[in-house]
Nanobody, 123 residues
Framework: QVQLVESGGGLVQPGGSLRLSCVAS????????IGWFRQAPGKEREGVSC????????YYADSVKGRFTISRDGARNTIYLQMNSLKPEDTALYYC????????????????RGQGTQVTVSS
């Protein structure tokens, strides 16, 4: 059984940092493209950042470029999203997902996804 579990969210002041983790069981995260997406109430789902199975290709939404960094730890079967200089507009439920693609593109469907971790940026 495949399971993705996110953690690391919380309440942070503007300008602060958080590191999100996505741990997988039943699936090797270093065999597929993995994406971090976010969903805020009343807004469309947004692809935030994605990383290829080789980690040579990464994608960042314009809204997070220069502030967020995606990385993977193969030994821990974990994908991280380091989020710096957080803004109130970054507030959302963040989740990791894959559609099992190995092409250099973000997942377009969620074959597997976690429940998400809430990030709230507020003073």
């Amino acid at each position: 059984q495949v399971q993705l579990v996110e953690s690391g969210g919380g309440l942070v002041q503007p300008g602060g940092s958080l590191r999100l983790s996505c741990v997988a069981s039943g699936l090797r995260l270093d065999e597929y493209v993995i994406g971090w997406f976010r969903q805020a109430p009343g807004k469309e789902r947004e692809g935030v950042s994605c990383v290829s199975h080789s980690a040579y290709w990464t994608y960042y939404a314009d809204s997070v470029k220069g502030r967020f960094t995606i990385s993977r730890d193969g030994a821990r079967n974990t994908i991280y999203l380091q989020m710096n200089s957080l803004k109130p507009e970054d507030t959302a439920l963040y989740y990791c997902t894959t559609d099992l693609t190995t092409s250099e593109r973000c997942p377009t469907d969620s074959i597997y996804r976690g429940q998400g971790t809430q990030v709230t940026v507020s003073s």
